[in-house]
């Protein structure tokens, strides 16, 4: 069922990006393209405020709303309507999540450079953030949790929500969202997606202040317009097709291989899929397994667009080669399923997250692992990280000297400030000594 891209017979060190882009598979984002479509969306929103959202929320959600606040009544019958479970499964979440996350708060650390002298790093949290929660093939409530729960760690002291709303629910967000929001403690919530979402949130209106930081994944045109905002505000990624990459051996249980599979393409039928092994014959037991797997999928139609279209299983020689492969791909979700797992796992050095051994599937880390499930997509893992606490907080140097230290320096300062023609620099430091 998967396309077969056999590598086998090339060495591991060859197996780098300049002789695998464009082999391996993956579905583009062309943010660029979408630029232009959400630009004029934006500066509607830019220059007329809360009436240009509205006016995009009806053109776009076939949604008139006098105000995007959700009332915090709304909220509330939210979450007293949630099904138990599925509010129990959430606290957990939460529970598992601000553990981790919490794990994640650098100290401040100071630094004595010499006598007199040091030097403090400071992490201080931003003052207001947004949050963007998706609603398009999918309901995402655990998105609030892995959006939220690492705002409130780092000491986020304003989280504004935004979602889009939903003709079929009053115009609100979906229930699921706001109960989440709402067990959360988060009670700004807005009822905007789009581009016309972002825009709000950067730019501020009337109903929605403007916040210092955006986050959440969406798409193509929320990617745009997180680009186009970016300078204004900062923002966490641009986040595009879902996808994971398995590596796995002839000890792995081609059951659970393909079911993982499934399961990553059920998101999108956009998703990449990439199978990465050194035995063929997993490779003729997993395609065995899909086709079963996916005749009863729920959301068969999805999944096959995804397995179709850009997905591959990988031949390759040994564990070497395998990790070269994932590293060149640098996948969002990479599981390893093989003899070895956490030895393998631990010179992983391009993915969003590693999911360790049989027992360690994506779906864990999407609802109750404790990590955060908004991961770099398309590549982008070869140079940024996941949401964390870090996201929403700002290293700042804090930097004292005495006059003895700063006397000692002053040669140095009067070298380099001569070799920059900064004859002002100099003039600033040695007036505190003449």
Known sequence: MLTRIDLRGEAAASLGPPRLDGVLPRARLDVGAALDAVRPVCE?????????????????????LATTRV?????????????PDVRAALQEAARRARLVHEAQLPSDVATKVADGATVTERY???????????????????????????????????????????????????????AACA???????HAAGGAQAIAMLGYGTADCAP????????????????RLLAGRVGTDAEAG??????????SADPVLVAADLVAQAEHDPLAACLLITTDPGLADRTDAELATQVAAARHRERVEAALAGQSACVLVDDAEAALAVADAWAPEHLEIQAERAAELAGRVRNAGAVFVGPYSPVSLGDYLAGSNHVLPTGGTARHSAGLSVLTFLRGIHVVEYDAAALAAVAPYIDALGAAEDLAAH?????????
């Open 44 to 64: 509607d929103v830019r220059r007329r405020g809360a009436p240009g959202v509205r006016d995009q929320t009806k053109r776009f959600d076939g949604v008139d």
């Open 241 to 250: 097709p879902t996808e994971i990459a398995i590596i796995a051996d002839g």
């Open 211 to 226: 916040v210092d930081i955006i986050s959440g994944p969406g798409n193509v045109y929320v990617a745009a317009a997180k």
């Open 124 to 178: 201080v949290p931003v003052g207001r953030a947004g949050v963007y929660v998706p609603g398009g093939l999918v309901v995402y409530p655990s998105s609030v949790v892995m959006n939220v729960i690492p705002a409130q760690v780092a000491g986020v002291a304003e989280i504004a929500v935004a979602s889009p709303p939903r003709p079929e629910h009053g115009g609100l967000p979906h229930p699921s969202v706001l």
């Open 183 to 189: 067990l959360l403690g988060v009670t700004e919530v």
């Open 426 to 434: 100099v003039n600033a430091v040695r007036a505190r000594h003449t």
């Open 71 to 83: 009332p915090r009544q709304a909220l509330a019958d939210a979450l007293a309507g949630l099904d």
